[in-house]
């Protein structure tokens, strides 16, 4: 990925990402009232977060799943708040995303104001998600994914990560085209940490143009991971738990804006962050270095 600063930049939007589970590796069970959620909701707004992610089930690795009514009774409630409060201050230029695997939780969650489906199975863990996103018009994020939290660190097998990557990605994008998704509604996710190992995950995020080959905008969720954790502690790997080495989410937080700043060299549709100020912080460096360009 050569470095280059002189190229016009596309600014992404920030993607705010706001967890109401008891569960999620970095930041489970802080959020998982309304009242909290929402609060929370306003600290990622004066961040200048351009998209909520208000997720229900935790994807992190071995995470159990939970039944569709806890994951209705946790994000609904959240949902419904954050677009009374949106409406009542005018932020039509702000809008909620349904982080979820479920096709009637996203059916739900559109209902009580949400515009995007992150679906980070991409439609495989529902076959009915792809319908209501081509009923609803919401956009649908797709995201590579080979398998549920359990069962995902066994299916990393690639000979060519990022080729591999792009042609299963295809594959879902062909089949929500023939479901009735609208073609300019749908953006792709690499899957960064889904059925990766941490080699895995680099290399995918060093050679994107495979998936900008594809022709759809591209999401990049690299936000507090292992493999972002990994190259702060070497022995990461070999521990295989989120929570190994100690690496703070302030540490996190830190490398992952670093990135962020490095992938602006691509046309990104969006970048997905815990830390939105670190992130609006390294795009707003970006811009003044190539204003001099």
């Known amino acids: 990925m050569p470095t280059s600063f002189t190229a016009p930049m596309q600014t992404p939007k920030v993607m705010g990402v706001l967890n109401v589970t008891p569960d999620s590796f970095s930041d489970g069970g802080k959020f998982d009232s309304v009242e909290a959620a929402l609060d929370h909701a306003r600290v990622l707004l004066i961040g200048g977060a351009d998209v909520i992610d208000v997720g229900g089930e935790s994807t992190r690795p071995g995470a159990a799943r939970i039944s569709t ?28 995303s349904i982080d979820t695997m479920n096709a009637t939780t996203a059916l739900s969650a ?32 797709i995201s590579h994914w080979r398998g549920f939290s359990t069962e995902m660190d066994q299916l990393n097998q690639y000979l060519d990560v990022a080729r591999e990557v792009a042609i299963e990605l295809q594959g879902r994008i062909d089949a929500a085209l023939a ?9 792709i996710d690499p899957g960064l940490g889904f059925a990766k190992d941490m080699d895995q995950n680099w290399k995918l995020v060093a050679r994107l143009d495979e998936l900008q080959k594809l022709g759809y905008p591209i999401l990049v969720g690299a936000s507090r991971k292992r493999f ?12 295989g738990s989120e929570s190994a080495g100690q690496i703070s989410n302030q540490r996190r937080d830190v490398a992952t804006a670093v990135l962020t700043a ?27 270095l190539r204003a001099q360009g």
Not at 179 to 187: L, N, R, T, Y
Not at 228 to 239: N, R, S, W
Request: aromatic share 2%; proline share 2%.
């Open 228 to 239: 972002i954790a990994g190259v702060l502690d070497a022995g990461l790997e070999d521990a």
């Open 110 to 141: 559109v209902a009580a104001g949400a515009k995007i489906i992150n679906d980070v199975s991409g439609g495989l863990a529902d076959e009915k998600m792809f319908a209501v996103a081509a009923a609803t018009g919401a956009t649908l994020v």
């Open 69 to 96: 009514d806890e994951e209705l009774a946790r994000v609904i409630p959240v949902i419904e708040a954050i677009n009374a409060e949106l409406m009542a201050t005018g932020r039509s230029d702000v809008q909620i």
């Open 179 to 187: 479901a009735g998704v609208a073609k300019h509604k749908i953006v």
């Open 262 to 288: 490095l992938l602006l060299q691509r046309p990104l549709w969006g970048v997905r962050v815990h830390n939105v100020v670190a992130t609006r912080d390294a795009i707003a460096v970006v811009q003044a």
